[in-house]
Every structure is written in structure tokens, then in C-alpha cells.
């Protein structure tokens, strides 16, 4: 089992899981989950849903928003799910967490999430944001990489063991 005081941040494009992924890791850790979609400004917000690509000044308040919480939870541990597709976001998320954060990257095509994102209708994301992530996309070259195709249980079977070896 992971060390519980970890902030484990489940990050990947739009339609990836995370969310889905990150409650079910957080419910098995028995520590809180949250998502980042949650701490997005309302401009962000409405900006997405008219298909505005959010710019990285739009970012950094929320990234910072974040960072905030993992820094609130370090020690007692959480699960946060946030795209993080830059090595720039995630360099201002794990600021002040280096040793205590374990990343998750979920990762799929194009069109496997594309057929995801098209069949949400409670989103505020539209599928045609989706490229404008992938263009963005710098994939870490760290962390725990899981396919999107992973199902749930046996993505927490990863994490939990990749997690055991690296600590």
C-alpha cells in the first residue's frame, strides 16, 4: 500500500480518468480527493465552455490554488486530479512537495479520449478543446504511467506497487 502522507496527483488530457481514477485511489487510500476542475476561476470556467483554450497566464492562479491544497495535505496525504500538462504546471504544483508527491499519468490517443470527451454531457470541456491539449500535451518522464485502457482496479494495482518500489 502507498504511504498514505503522499499527494498523489492523477494528471492526463481531458477524458482521461482522472477523476474517475482519483476517487476510487483516494477512497482505497481512505484520504481526501479533489478535483481540480473544482478550483478553476468562473473565467476559466466560461472560457472553456465557449472552446476558448485556456492560455497559461489562465492557469497559474489555478495551479497555485492547487499547490495550496497538496501543501495543506502533505503529511496526512490526498488525491488530486489535475491536467497538468506542462512540466512548467507541474513544477509550480509540487512546489514545496518534492519528496511527498507521487505522479499519475494517464495516457490514451486521441481518439480513444475524443470518443470519451464526445460522450459527456455534463462537462463544462467541450470534445473540441481536446486537440488543443494534445498540442500542449509535454508527457513527464516520470511518475506512474497507465493507459487509459487500465481499468480502475487494476490501475490502483499499479499505482500501490509502483509506488511501494520507488519509496
Not at 478553476?40 to 465552455?49: A, G, L
Not at 497559474?60 to 497538496?70: G, H, I, S
Request: aromatic share 8%.
Amino acid at each position: 500500500m502507498p504511504v498514505e502522507k503522499d499527494v498523489f496527483i492523477i494528471m492526463g488530457v481531458s477524458g482521461c480518468g482522472k477523476s474517475t481514477l482519483g476517487i476510487a485511489l483516494a477512497k482505497y487510500l481512505d484520504i481526501p480527493f479533489f478535483d481540480g476542475d473544482d478550483f478553476h476561476p468562473p473565467e476559466n470556467i466560461q472560457k472553456m465552455s465557449q472552446g476558448v483554450p485556456l492560455e497559461d497566464s489562465d492557469r497559474e492562479p489555478w495551479l497555485t490554488r492547487l499547490n495550496k491544497v497538496a501543501t495543506q495535505h502533505q503529511g496526512q496525504g490526498a488525491v488530486i486530479a489535475c491536467s497538468a500538462l506542462k512540466e512548467s504546471y507541474r513544477q509550480l504544483l509540487q512546489k514545496g512537495l518534492e519528496e511527498n508527491i507521487i505522479w499519475v499519468y494517464l495516457y490514451g490517443t486521441y481518439h480513444e479520449l475524443l470518443e470519451r470527451v464526445s460522450g459527456r454531457s455534463s462537462h463544462f470541456m467541450p470534445s473540441a478543446l481536446l486537440q488543443s491539449q494534445f498540442d500542449v500535451l509535454e508527457p513527464p518522464q516520470y511518475g506512474i504511467h497507465i493507459p487509459v485502457s487500465l481499468s480502475v482496479y487494476k490501475a490502483i494495482t499499479k499505482i500501490s506497487e509502483d509506488s511501494n518500489s520507488s519509496g
